[in-house]
């Protein structure tokens, strides 16, 4: 069976609501979407964020996904789309900012923003640091390997001993539990 149809076949069993063909899909594509993501920006966290999530979406969305027969390319569009809105926000949030102080990016910021954005800094890391508080010690120690460690759910899963269905279910819900504390 060649590459284009495994993933179509594990495509098939996604929109099923098959877990396992999720990570088989994942595994199988994980490379070239990173590789991919990287021509667009050489931000590797921001893609490598922006692939996971959007393999999270899929798996949400699985009931309403169509058929598609270019399982890759329908990857690749989605992860372009997803890094080009990221890239959008980021760039209109620097020139709001920048509009807001009334002044060029490459002025120095005045003290008292330097203070605000430190603060507003200081906040961000205090309300991710209470939900990470509401995690499991098991949720804690995957998220710390998938996401500081750069590990995927194959490796995660061989350092802990799990199955990837069970480290992919726990990082899963450490997240949704880490995005509705943060929201």
């Known amino acids: ?12 069993q996604l929109r099923e609501g098959n877990k396992q063909a999720l990570f088989e899909l994942y595994n199988n594509t994980y490379f070239h979407l990173v590789r991919f993501g990287l021509k667009i920006t050489a931000n590797d966290e921001l893609v490598k964020d922006c692939v996971t999530q959007l393999f999270l979406q899929l ?19 989605s992860l372009r789309r997803m890094l080009i809105d990221k890239l959008d926000y980021h760039l209109k949030t620097d020139a709001a900012i920048s509009r807001l102080s009334g002044k060029e990016e490459s002025e120095e910021l005045p003290y008292e923003e330097i203070i605000i954005q430190v603060q507003h800094d200081d906040e961000l890391k205090q309300k ?18 998938m996401f500081f460690e750069g590990l995927n759910y194959e490796q995660v899963a061989a350092r802990t001993s799990q199955s990837i269905k069970t480290a992919y279910n726990t990082i899963y819900n450490a997240i949704k539990v880490l995005r509705n504390t943060l929201r």
């Open 128 to 145: 991710l640091y209470k939900a990470m508080e509401l995690l499991t010690p098991k949720q804690k120690e995957l998220i710390r390997l």
């Open 59 to 77: 798996w949400d969305k699985h009931n309403r996904l169509n058929e598609v027969t270019q399982v890759r390319a329908y990857l690749f569009t």
């Open 1 to 12: 069976m060649t590459e284009q149809e495994q993933n179509i076949h594990y495509w098939q």
